[in-house]
């Protein structure tokens, strides 16, 4: 499977160890990686597409690095914005994949799947039944793990073809499937992850806070817990109505731009399908949030403090700190 075309299947502990083997140490990185890791991560705060500049090894450690940067950063928005970047580059080489490249991709990504052409009754058509041929199934299992809480109707297991454990499908819906399962795949391995130590990589965290900051004068990485636990949980599954309630309202009430807000609404996934709804949702959302005690009785998170004032204390520190 081309490193090329998905940088994110490499094992960015494998790869590392390889690069550091040859280069000696990460400090010694300083040269040609560290630019590439600095030009990705200003392509990301400028929302432009990235074009391959390295080898293929460094492209696969840079993406990982700017990504652990992000993190580390907490730039929960731009590292949003590097992953379906990421995301939608690898969307166009799947459409033009055939059905043996795209599951050498599945396998790669740890998905159970195989090929096996079956014919379904699908509708009836002027009094005679049309069947459908379906072309390669994934593990349930492995199925569920990635498409649970999807918004895509087409991919819920009650829209689905399940016979003996297995989930068949057809190549348009196995592609749709992939595309879906390409974030939560990142980030898993995103979490298993530890930043590496040193001055090149913390130079590269100051850079990342720093890009979150000119993008929108909002700290993300100053964002209470339970605010960071949200978007978190957007990006993998979906908000209720209270959640969304207490994100926006958050957001509104420290002064967040108001392009931020429908940038936030838009990476999370949370205007789509509704965008007329969220506008005027945007424009009406005015109240203060939830107190903790409003909050930890819905469930949503178990505060001890006011949401608001803890991100302006914390930002007060922090001018504090650097003056």
Same mark, same amino acid.
């Given at each position: 499977?081309?490193?090329?075309?998905?940088?994110?299947?490499?094992?960015?502990?494998?790869?590392?160890?390889?690069?550091?083997?040859?280069?000696?140490?990460?400090?010694?990185?300083?040269?040609?990686?560290a630019?590439?890791?600095?030009a990705?991560?200003?392509?990301?705060?400028?929302g432009?597409?990235?074009?391959?500049?390295?080898?293929?090894e460094?492209?696969?450690?840079?993406?990982?690095?700017?990504?652990?940067?992000?993190?580390?950063?907490?730039?929960?928005?731009?590292?949003?914005r590097?992953i379906?970047?990421?995301?939608?580059?690898?969307?166009?080489?799947?459409?033009?994949?055939? %059905?043996? &490249?795209?599951?050498? %991709?599945a396998?790669?990504?740890?998905?159970?799947?195989?090929?096996?052409?079956?014919?379904?009754?699908? !509708?009836?058509?002027?009094?005679?039944?049309?069947?459908?041929?379906?072309?390669?199934?994934?593990r349930?299992?492995?199925?569920?793990?990635y498409? =649970?809480? !999807?918004?895509?109707? =087409?991919?819920?297991?009650?829209?689905?073809?399940?016979?003996?454990?297995?989930?068949?499908?057809?190549?348009?819906?196995?592609?749709l499937?992939?595309?879906?399962?390409?974030p939560?795949?990142i980030?898993?391995?995103?979490?298993?992850?530890?930043?590496p130590?040193?001055?090149?990589?913390?130079?590269?965290?100051?850079?990342?806070?720093?890009? &979150?900051?000119?993008?929108?004068?909002?700290?993300?990485e100053?964002?209470?817990?339970?605010?960071?636990?949200?978007?978190?949980?957007?990006?993998?599954?979906?908000?209720?109505?209270d959640?969304?309630?207490?994100?926006l309202?958050? %957001?509104?009430?420290?002064?967040a731009?108001?392009?931020y807000?429908? &940038?936030?609404?838009?990476?999370?996934?949370?205007?789509?399908?509704?965008?007329?709804?969220? =506008?005027?949702? %945007?424009?009406?959302?005015?109240? =203060?949030?939830? !107190?903790?005690?409003?909050l930890?009785?819905?469930?949503?998170?178990?505060?001890?403090?006011?949401?608001?004032?803890?991100?302006?204390?914390?930002?007060?520190?922090?001018?504090?700190e650097?003056?």
């Open positions: 499977m081309s490193l090329r075309k998905f940088p994110f299947l490499a094992n960015p502990r494998e790869l590392a160890a390889g690069l550091l083997q040859r280069a000696g140490a990460l400090e010694e990185m300083a040269g040609e990686l630019e590439l890791c600095k990705r991560l200003e392509a990301v705060a400028k432009e597409e990235w074009r391959e500049r390295g080898s293929v460094e492209e696969a450690i840079s993406f990982w690095l700017v990504l652990m940067a992000l993190r580390e950063g907490g730039s929960v928005r731009l590292l949003e590097a379906k970047a990421e995301v939608e580059k690898a969307r166009r080489h799947i459409e033009r994949a055939e %059905l043996e &490249e795209l599951i050498g %991709l396998r790669s990504m740890g998905i159970e799947v195989k090929a096996e052409a079956i014919e379904i009754p699908w !509708t009836v058509q002027g009094g005679k039944v049309v069947r459908r041929r379906l072309n390669v199934a994934v349930a299992a492995s199925y569920l793990s498409v =649970a809480g !999807t918004r895509e109707a =087409a991919l819920r297991l009650t829209n689905s073809f399940l016979l003996g454990g297995w989930v068949y499908m057809d190549l348009q819906l196995f592609r499937f992939l595309a879906e399962a390409l939560k795949y980030l898993r391995g995103l979490r298993e992850i530890e930043a130590e040193g001055r090149v990589f913390s130079e590269l965290v100051r850079k990342a806070s720093a890009a &979150e900051a000119r993008a929108s004068g909002v700290r993300e100053l964002f209470p817990r339970c605010i960071l636990d949200l978007m978190a949980k957007a990006r993998l599954s979906s908000l209720s109505g959640e969304v309630f207490v994100l309202s958050f %957001l509104r009430a420290i002064g731009p108001r392009g807000l429908e &940038e936030v609404l838009r990476e999370l996934g949370l205007a789509r399908g509704r965008e007329r709804l969220v =506008a005027r949702a %945007l424009e009406k959302v005015s109240a =203060a949030p939830y !107190t903790c005690e409003e930890k009785r819905r469930g949503i998170c178990s505060c001890t403090e006011n949401l608001v004032s803890e991100y302006l204390k914390a930002r007060r520190r922090r001018g504090r650097r003056s």
